[in-house]
């Protein structure tokens, strides 16, 4: 399909396989091979690959330099094919690298091509001027002459692309200030801490100097952790950079369905371009499906000489009712508003319904939750609240 790493536009799928065919019957060690694979389906089918029209600006990136920030830069005569609005996507590899195997018929051998790993996957739109984008390549990568760029800009008219390759090499980076690894932050959705099975665990990542995503070793990896069991979980294909940022980036892992109901810890670890570690931690709690509620309520501060907060945690979006009472029964205050799942804060001024401040001494105070359950069921939390000046 592929010859020379050249696109055919018109090549179909079930030409190139009889092409193959052909070539390989010429050799009595891959004759019998070539009889093992046939096409099911339509033969003119043609695949929808980009037009390899596109070159990289000549101040573009020519080698791969290790530890170094380097641009790709699109110029000149591709910019007439595109438009602003455009979406890019570039990929930057790491050197390939052959491996060879031999046949278990003979003593001939048989080489494969080992695509390196990604240094950086950017994506981001098209402005009227001339492309450039920025990346930075992490210390840790194979070297070799068989590094590879490839540009891909999605327009109107189909997809173009630009495949260069290039040579990764050593490279003497000088003096710098930036030993500090990545800043992580590890949220659920709407910061809660009671999830659910499956629940999509969020990370946001940020560092100068980029996010190692070789994925080659430990410490060009980005690895997750549960509950301390030293057993790490490589996620690093998970992460994607923000749209035109190499500083920037965030990656979604859902727990384990099977994750046991109660109290758990998640670490994940991760390191820039220049080796630098960095870290964060989270604790949370895994709670049935299906169980809604209202968690975590406290009242700050308490005793309050008037104004005061409520926090709690709700499993599910409810419309929530804030009630304040005296020990006889009289309602004074309602606080009623429509809430999201997560943490939640509800204020309260130390006032009634009639504006005035309430009297020294003791109250109760009612929660409610309604609309989070398929019976319409009410959730209520009580407790007490002592007025002190």
């Not at 090499?169 to 930036?178: C, K, L, W």
């Amino acid at each position: 399909l592929y010859p020379a790493q050249h696109v055919d536009a018109g090549m179909t799928v079930a030409e190139s396989l009889r092409l193959a065919k052909s070539e390989m019957t010429l050799s009595s060690s891959f004759r019998t091979n070539s009889q093992r694979y046939n096409m099911f389906g339509d033969p003119g089918l043609r695949l929808p690959n980009p037009v390899d029209d596109l070159t990289l600006s000549p101040a573009s990136l020519d080698t791969l330099r290790a530890g170094a920030r380097q641009t790709a830069i699109l110029a000149g005569g591709g910019k007439a094919l595109l438009g602003a609005g455009d979406r890019y996507n570039l990929q930057v590899e790491e050197s390939a690298w052959y491996r060879r195997f031999p046949y278990t018929s003979s003593l001939a051998e048989t080489t494969f091509v080992k695509t390196g790993s990604p240094v950086y996957v950017g994506t981001g739109t098209m402005g009227s001027g001339d492309l450039v984008v920025p990346f930075k390549v992490p210390v840790q990568l194979r070297y070799g002459d068989l590094a590879r760029v490839r540009l891909l800009v999605e327009s109107p008219d189909g997809d173009h692309v630009a495949v260069q390759q290039i040579s990764s090499v050593r490279s003497a980076t000088g003096p710098n200030d930036d030993l500090v690894g990545p800043s992580i932050n590890l949220a659920f959705e709407d910061n809660r801490y009671r999830v659910r099975p499956g629940a999509e665990l969020i990370a946001a990542l940020n560092d100068t100097s980029g996010i190692a995503i070789l994925g080659t070793s430990p410490g060009n990896s980005l690895l997750l952790e549960l509950d301390d069991t030293g057993f790490m979980t490589d996620v690093t294909r998970e992460f994607v950079y923000d749209p035109e940022s190499y500083t920037n980036g965030r990656l979604v892992f859902p727990l384990p369905a099977d994750l046991a109901n109660g109290r758990h810890k998640a670490a994940l670890h991760a390191s820039d371009a220049l080796g630098n570690v960095g870290s964060d931690t989270l604790s949370f709690e895994i709670v049935p499906a299906g169980v809604t509620g209202i968690n975590s309520v406290t009242l700050f501060p308490n005793p309050t000489p008037g104004y005061c907060r409520l926090i709690f945690e709700l499993s599910d979006p409810m419309e929530v009712q804030w009630d304040i009472y005296t020990l006889a029964g009289s309602r004074l205050r309602s606080i009623r508003t429509q809430l999201s799942a997560g943490p939640q804060i509800l204020e309260w001024d130390g006032l009634d319904e009639r504006k005035d401040e309430i009297a020294n001494g003791t109250y109760l105070y009612v929660l409610r939750g309604n609309g989070a359950t398929a019976e319409d069921r009410e959730i209520r939390k009580t407790g007490k609240l002592v007025i002190m000046r």
